[in-house]
């Protein structure tokens, strides 16, 4: 079974930078849309970013445009998101998924806290 595994989160000051990582346990993101998604606290999960397969085609979420990268390494398996500027309103667990997302393949996320 497919397994997701997010990495990169941590404690950054406002106006910082991380990237977080997204790696799939097999060869199968190469034939899928990869999405990051995130949830703040009390608040619902959304989505943030997503990147096509077949072409090069990202889709990012209005609060996160122009600040958030992603990009994908389909030899590592891998989907990244750079994320810069970083906001105290980004703060949230980060998780990757198919896009549309499925049950099967949530992950634990990765804790990206922004605060000075």
């Known amino acids: 079974q497919l397994h997701l595994m997010e990495s990169g989160g941590g404690l950054v000051q406002p106006g910082g930078s991380l990237t977080l990582s997204c790696a799939a346990s097999e060869s199968y993101m190469s034939r899928r849309k990869i999405g990051w998604f995130r949830q703040a606290p009390g608040k619902e999960r959304e989505g943030v970013s997503c990147s096509s397969s077949v072409d090069s085609r990202t889709y990012y979420a209005d609060s996160v445009k122009g600040r958030f990268t992603i990009s994908r390494d389909n030899a590592k398996n891998t989907v990244y998101l750079q994320m810069n500027s970083l906001k105290p309103e980004d703060t949230a667990v980060y998780y990757c998924?198919?896009?549309?997302?499925?049950?099967?393949?949530w992950g634990k996320g990765t804790l990206v806290t922004v605060s000075s």
């Open positions: 998924n198919t896009n549309p997302p499925a049950m099967a393949y």
